[in-house]
């Protein structure tokens, strides 16, 4: 097998990786970008090529992320030339070749995922994302590798230093059948001193330590600790030039919260406006009619900024893009759409999420107007909640979050319409 063209494009430490990954257990971490996944495909392709008799996986949160971080880039002719026609994979399909070998794709989103595993004789597997995947799941695809020679190949980036990938192998590597290889931004010969430093502006505190500096570190303290209302509060927004979207937390007995997404003629976002209903307060719960009728009222009288006219009054109403809504709040969904308001369920990956809305902040693209109250007052008390911190996992403290949910929820789930025209580099 001609593997010559992906060769040259490798770094001394990627060459090392590749050469020197003949453990049952072979673990890649480090910085994003760092040329990880390359040196890891390579060994896979290599591995496969030369795999026993035995059925193969490759694992990953969900068949979609497998499909656009494993099998897109080895289908890539830049990448891996003549052997790029050899993997054949049509997105979504639980199983694809690679070398002429089928290969069982297996997503492990769920707690139910290892049960996926069972029956299975596994000559080999390749992991995207290892700590992405429960570790029952890990332990199960370990247990079903009994083909005499069979390995197991995965990268990731670093997580809570507890994280039981960390813990119960990594740590462990002397007194397991297990190698790991650590990679650095350096480690990736490929990339550009403008690229380097783009991708360093878009990362900011806990994660950019994770994901630029490849540590294993805690998240601890304030989530949004570059948050500074002298800065990040506002009481004049610019033109907009989109309404990009609205965010809504659904509550019954808790807060119901939507907040409003405007992008700025000045390239900026702004939460420009927020509609807060606290039955607790007013001891009455809404219906999702109701709730759909304030909303929609509240909409028809937002002032639109920079349309003040003559007598003091301001010109009122949007007509947003998106309405992201919680996507627990099924019916309330289904209540907009017969109200004729056109809804999504919101994206709601929680850590991706809080770091784009983190990097926003900190990059000082992202303003909050004085009206949005609610959120205003959650954003310096939202934290990570240290007991799950101590078990391995990043989770906030769930408590007085709602405002926050809708930002994020709206921010996150419209990231396609906004990301070109805001520069966190700038």
């Known amino acids: ?108 989103n769920d707690v139910r995922a290892e049960t996926k595993l069972r029956g299975l004789t596994c000559a080999g597997a390749y992991v995207d994302e290892a700590t992405l995947v429960s570790q029952a799941f890990f332990t199960q695809l370990l247990g079903r590798m009994s083909v005499p020679g069979a390995q197991l190949f995965c990268t990731t980036n670093p997580d809570n230093p507890g994280h039981w990938l960390r813990k119960d192998f990594i740590l462990r590597s002397a007194e397991l059948d297990l190698s790991t290889w650590h990679f650095t931004l350096d480690d990736n010969p490929s990339l550009t001193s403008d690229y380097i430093a783009a991708i360093k502006s878009e990362f900011t505190g806990l994660f950019y330590r994770r994901f630029i500096q490849g540590e294993w570190i805690a998240a601890e303290g304030a989530v949004f600790d570059m948050w500074d209302p002298e800065v990040h509060i506002v009481d004049i927004i610019p033109p907009v030039r989109e309404w990009i979207g609205v965010g809504v937390d659904y509550g019954t007995r808790n807060p119901f919260s939507a907040l409003l997404l405007g992008l700025g003629v000045d390239g900026k976002l702004y939460l420009t406006s927020e509609w807060r209903y606290d039955a607790r307060q007013t001891h009455r719960q809404l219906t999702d009619a109701e709730y759909s009728k304030r909303l929609r009222q509240w909409l028809r009288e937002v002032p639109i900024p920079a349309t003040r006219q003559a007598d003091g009054s301001w010109l009122r109403g949007v007509s947003p893009k998106f309405v992201a809504v919680d996507p627990s709040a099924a019916s309330f969904r289904v209540q907009l759409h017969h109200d004729g308001v056109s809804s999504v369920a919101a994206d709601n990956e929680v850590i991706d999420g809080l770091r784009l809305m983190s990097t926003l902040l900190a990059a000082r693209k992202l303003f909050v107007h004085r009206s949005c109250e609610g959120l205003i007052a959650e954003l310096p008390g939202y934290a990570w909640d240290d007991t799950a911190a101590a078990l391995g996992e990043d989770r906030p403290i769930k408590a007085d979050d709602h405002s926050v949910d809708a930002a994020r929820y709206v921010i996150k789930t419209t990231r396609s319409l906004w990301h070109s025209a805001v520069d966190l580099a700038a």
């Open 1 to 108: 097998m001609d593997l010559s063209r992906a060769a040259s494009l490798l770094s001394p430490a990627q060459i090392k990786s590749i050469a020197g990954s003949t453990r049952r257990i072979n673990i890649w971490d480090g910085a994003i970008r760092s040329g990880k996944t390359m040196s890891s495909l390579l060994r896979w392709l290599i591995y496969v090529a030369q795999a026993p008799p035995g059925e193969l996986v490759i694992s990953g949160r969900t068949a979609y992320t497998i499909g656009r971080n494993v099998f897109t880039p080895l289908a890539d002719v830049a990448l891996f030339g003549p052997l790029a026609a050899h993997t054949s994979y049509t997105l979504g399909a639980p199983t694809g070749t690679i070398l002429g070998r089928l290969v069982h794709v297996i997503g492990a």
